[in-house]
């Protein structure tokens, strides 16, 4: 049985023209190890994703609902964002 499966796939021309000068460039050997790796990277940034939902946000989420009081307010976010700006700005 075979492992892979043949797709016939349409691009836009400027997808299309990269997928070409990567293998042209010697970075892969075929079209279809260009579009793979891509789909590989697409999957790493899905479970990426789904890890800082499942680890972070949910559990922030939880705790945020079990106590309200933890929530920060629009102009204290707001302060809070501003200050780090300029921080930021300062050692630009």
């Known amino acids: 049985m075979r492992s892979t499966q ?4 349409t691009l836009p021309n400027e997808m299309a023209e990269a997928v070409r000068s990567k293998v042209a460039a010697g970075e892969y050997a075929t079209e279809s190890e260009v579009i793979r790796d891509g ?13 800082w939902l499942r680890e972070q946000v949910a559990p922030a989420y939880d705790a945020l609902k079990a106590d309200p009081s933890r929530a920060v307010g629009v102009d204290q976010l707001r302060a809070s964002l501003a200050a780090e700006h300029s921080k930021a700005n300062e050692k630009a």
Do not use: G, K, P, T
């Open 6 to 9: 043949q797709f016939s796939i």
């Open 39 to 51: 789909l590989r990277a697409l999957l790493a940034r899905d479970r990426a994703v789904e890890s």
